[in-house]
């Protein structure tokens, strides 16, 4: 099925086995955030339907780094963690607040169209959110205001590379 503009669609084909799975190579050492490494690299890698448990985020330091965050920066890049290509900027049109509210209230930080940064990543047609470069990040879940990408906090807590 395919969603609605500004989502870009891709195909299986970004997900074909590769040297480590489904990516090139495993996730980053030095995840942010305290993310379990092993926890991340079989999300990331060997996935393709499964999810860290539903409010794994609120149990790293992610939520106080954020709040921390949003009264300098204002912004979050989230970073692939396995090549370090930035995937998500959070919040957009909204505060951190009501990311932290919706990501609470769905068990996973949630994004909308506006904070994804179309260029790295895709959507598969049964709502897989993938990068380009084969890593399993969540699924889009709309609901009544449009797209919504619940997305593992392992698949995002990489550092730019």
């Not at 996935?47 to 106080?64: D, P, Q």
């Not at 954020?66 to 692939?80: C, H, K, L, P, V």
């Not at 990501?103 to 049964?126: A, I, K, Q, T, Y």
Request: proline share 7%; aromatic share 10%.
């Amino acid at each position: 099925m395919p969603f609605p503009p500004p989502c870009v669609m891709g195909d299986e084909s970004i997900m074909a086995p590769k040297s480590h799975g489904t990516s090139l190579r495993p996730v980053q050492n030095n995840l942010r955030w305290g993310c379990d490494h092993k926890t991340a690299d079989r999300i990331c890698n060997y996935n393709r339907h499964y999810a860290e448990h539903g409010g794994y985020f609120e149990t790293t330091s992610f939520i106080e780094e954020a709040r921390n965050m949003s009264t300098t920066d204002g912004e979050i890049t989230f970073f692939d963690s396995n090549t370090g290509k930035p995937l998500f900027i959070a919040p957009r049109g909204r505060t951190m607040e009501d990311f932290l509210f919706e990501s609470r209230n769905h068990g996973w930080p949630s994004f909308r169209d506006d904070e994804v940064v179309w260029e790295n990543v895709r959507c598969l047609p049964d709502g897989e959110t993938v990068s380009v470069d084969g890593t399993h990040l969540g699924h889009n879940l709309p609901d009544q205001k449009g797209s919504r990408y619940c997305i593992n906090l392992v698949s995002v807590a990489g550092n730019p590379e």
